[in-house]
């Protein structure tokens, strides 16, 4: 039986992967999360799998060097999925030290635990072991110009936030890992996720959750900026089809070729919690088009990411899967059925967060 460690994997991509791996694989794997539980860290996204013999939850942060080793040298772990990082760019901009910390230096963590536990007396690695390092599109900068480019395998790093700054100094130490040691890993860099158990600090849940409860719309510059959106399952499976079927030391680009403006999608949100809210609901009467409020912009924004998916496709076999229009409508249904989820991670700390975020816009 396979074995997996998930970094991050109570977060919102990583818990959406579990999900999709046992789905995928059901009792033939077997999964230890390791996750810290950040504010983004919520083991209510796992409680449907929470039970299962073949899944682990282990509390340890990936800085700690000692914890991590520990975990490689009690369990055979055949390979690494390592999804956890501070992943808000507005958070990274009012305080760039944690990112550091974890993107940079907890990926460092990982990856000389792995080594460890993985490397042969007389060199190389053990038959078979992979580490697949999750990365974001942010590395290759900004599309500002040209609605004709798009961001490749190739593209220069050219990254803007510390959030981004620090997402490609990771992908640089694996890239260094793989080429002077053949340490045996990939990375993907992929484009904005969407779908359940999104913390709402990011544009959609953030404004589902707003436009329910009739609070504004909070709409960075002018609504133009355009990203370029993958639903989140597809981005498991595409992680699940590199590591399986992808060339080892390669870099793969994951993205929904789906680019849409900001201000589209909110309008698209809007247009969608009317058509699925019954009118009986209360939470109907809150949901309107007055509530877009064009605020100050973010800091160094970025105008427009899209990725060219055709490396993963033509080696891999991946494309995107989920059509936008299914996507956000899975998406938004989720969110309307699952209000105590939402409930429970706006309070306490989340209320301050926003206060404190929103503030001077
Ligand atoms: P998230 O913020 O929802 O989850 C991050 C998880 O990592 C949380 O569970 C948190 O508790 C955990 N974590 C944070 N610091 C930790 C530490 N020091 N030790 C152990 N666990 C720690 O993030 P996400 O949106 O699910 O993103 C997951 C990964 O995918 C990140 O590496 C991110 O850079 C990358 N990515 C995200 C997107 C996106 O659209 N969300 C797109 C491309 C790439
Ligand atoms: O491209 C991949 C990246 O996508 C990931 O690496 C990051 O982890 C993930 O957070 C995401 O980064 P973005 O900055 O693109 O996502 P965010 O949801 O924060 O913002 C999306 C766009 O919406 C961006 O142009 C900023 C804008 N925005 C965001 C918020 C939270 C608003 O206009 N208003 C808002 O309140």
Redesign the pocket.
């Known amino acids: 039986m396979r074995t997996y460690l998930v ?2 994997g ?5 818990s959406n992967y579990i999900h999709y791996m046992f789905k995928k694989y059901g009792d033939d794997i077997r999964i230890i999360n ?5 504010y ?2 919520n083991l209510e996204n796992l409680k449907d799998v929470a039970d299962k013999p073949n899944y682990t939850f282990i509390k ?4 700690d060097r000692a914890a991590i080793e520990k975990i490689f040298a009690e369990n055979d772990i055949d390979r690494v999925v390592h ?6 760019v507005d958070r990274s901009i009012e305080n760039p030290e944690v990112f550091v910390e ?1 993107n940079v230096l ?1 990926t460092l963590v990982m990856l000389n635990a792995a080594k460890k536990s993985w490397e042969l007396p007389e060199g190389g690695f053990k038959e078979g072991k992979k580490f697949l390092h ?4 942010e590395v290759y900068g900004s599309l500002d110009n040209d609605p004709d480019a798009y961001f490749y395998e190739t593209t220069p790093y050219d990254p803007h936030s510390p959030y981004s700054a620090s ?1 490609a100094s990771s992908d640089f130490l694996v890239k260094a890992y793989m080429d002077t040691y053949k340490f045996p890993a990939n990375i993907t860099n ?4 969407y779908g359940p158990y999104q ?1 709402p600090e ?1 544009l959609i849940p953030l404004m589902i959750n707003n436009a329910l409860s009739g609070k504004k719309l909070p709409v960075y510059g002018d609504g133009k900026n355009v990203r370029d959106w993958l639903y989140v399952e597809d981005h498991a499976k595409g992680i699940d089809m590199v590591q399986e079927q992808g060339n080892l030391f390669e870099t793969y680009n994951i993205g929904g070729h789906n680019e849409k403006q900001n201000i589209e999608i909110i309008h698209i949100i809007l247009d969608t919690l009317l058509e699925l809210l019954p009118e009986s609901d209360p939470r109907r009467g809150n949901v309107s088009e007055q509530l877009i409020t064009y605020v100050t912009d973010r800091k160094g924004h970025d105008r427009r990411y899209a990725i060219a998916p055709d490396k993963i496709k033509a080696e891999v076999g991946w494309y995107p899967e989920t059509m936008f229009a299914e996507g956000i409508k899975k998406t938004i249904a989720w969110y309307l059925e699952n209000e105590d989820w939402m409930a429970n991670v706006t309070s306490g700390d989340y209320q301050k967060y926003y206060e404190d975020m929103y503030k001077n816009r």
């Open positions: 970094t991050g109570a977060g919102f991509i990583g390791v996750d810290v539980l950040t983004a860290g340890a942060d990936i800085r999804f956890a990082a501070e992943s808000h974890t907890g999750v990365s974001t599109d997402k992929c484009s904005n996720n913390f990011k």
